[in-house]
């Protein structure tokens, strides 16, 4: 399974995947408290410091991912200028673009194994009521892995399309789109099962609510 993460070394990397998930939550939850417009603001200096400790790709691979929420603070501006509340929009917008900042820092120098095996020791207490612990974390490692191979096939075929002709796809790719990721997960399923599967090993299924 390839990897989000950033390939160069940086000292981010050589932080626990524990404590730089731990730390997110807490600046979340920080980042929801603060409502002033200086205080994002500061938010969003700090996280483009970080950001930019990382490296040139860190900053390019940043930038394609904040890319489209342009487009949503946009509207959101828009509609909050309508209802004159800017000071409101820009808050908002300011506070969603730390946020998504913040966690693309913790992906790009976090390794897919560290987080499948981090959610894996956090979901440890489920096997008391019959789940496989690595179930959750592949889920979420599939999650996170597919979502930058959902938008570069779209944009794929959004390519072709535009090859052959010259008004705008709109909803058109949505069938050849759904049925390639529908055909990709058969792969990846036949792929789960060649490798054993998620299924709960013998042992754990005997001692499980033992």
Do not use: C, Y
Request: proline share 6%.
């Amino acid at each position: 399974m390839l990897s989000l993460a950033l390939p160069e070394r940086s000292w981010a990397h050589r932080l626990p995947a524990a404590l730089k998930f731990g730390l997110l939550a807490v600046a979340m939850i920080a980042l929801m408290r603060i409502g002033s417009l200086a205080g994002q603001g500061a938010a969003v200096l700090v996280v483009a410091a970080l950001t930019a400790s990382l490296g040139r790709k860190a900053i390019r691979q940043s930038l394609v991912t904040l890319r489209p929420l342009v487009w949503i603070v946009a509207v959101i501006l828009i509609w909050d200028s309508l209802q004159g509340a800017v000071a409101q929009g820009v808050l908002f917008g300011l506070r969603v673009l730390a946020m998504v900042g913040l966690a693309n820092v913790v992906t790009l120098t976090t390794p897919l194994p560290e987080i499948v095996a981090l959610i894996e020791r956090l979901a440890q207490p489920l096997a008391r009521f019959g789940i496989f612990p690595r179930i959750p974390a592949i889920s979420v490692a599939l999650v996170i892995r597919f979502v930058p191979v959902l938008r570069a096939r779209h944009d794929t075929l959004a390519e072709a399309w535009r090859a052959r002709s010259a008004r705008k796809p709109r909803v058109k790719l949505l069938a050849p789109l759904t049925f390639s990721l529908l055909d990709d997960a058969d792969h990846m399923a036949d792929a789960l099962r060649a490798r054993g599967g998620l299924a709960l090993p013998r042992k754990g299924r005997d001692t499980v609510g033992t």
